[in-house]
């Protein structure tokens, strides 16, 4: 099983970045695939996620409602995290995981890209 997250980079506050998670080794229509971050000194938190049977969901943290869109390209097999209006909060390693259908635990994780956002 392979998790390849890319898009991450350095941007300005105001931005814009869409990250990218490619998995393979699996079968893509039996899993979730969510985000989560990991900011300097603090835990990794929940960003988003999509499943092909529950559609997305988002964390509950307001600072993020409204700014983030999760999407699912299955002949790609790949789920994107678009994120606008970037804030220099937003600075974090992003990760992608993936879930098995009937399974509560995130098994698989990518290697994280790294979001840099300067005020």
């Known amino acids: 099983v392979q998790l390849q997250a890319s898009g991450g980079g350095s941007v300005q506050t105001g931005g814009s970045l869409r990250l990218s998670c490619a998995v393979s080794?699996?079968?893509?229509?039996?899993?979730?695939v969510g985000w989560f971050r990991q900011a300097p000194g603090k835990e990794r938190e929940f960003v988003a996620s999509?499943?092909?049977?529950?559609?997305?969901?988002?964390s509950t943290d307001s600072s993020m409602q409204g700014r983030v869109t999760c999407s699912r390209n299955n002949a790609m097999n790949t789920v994107s995290l678009q994120i606008n209006s970037l804030e220099p909060e937003d600075t974090a390693v992003y990760y992608c995981?993936?879930?098995?259908?009937?399974?509560?635990?995130?098994?698989?994780w990518g290697q994280g890209t790294k979001v840099t956002v300067s005020s």
């Open positions: 995981a993936v879930r098995q259908y009937l399974s509560s635990q995130w098994s698989y």
């Open positions: 080794g699996l079968t893509f229509s039996k899993i979730a």
């Open positions: 999509h499943s092909s049977r529950g559609g997305s969901q988002y």
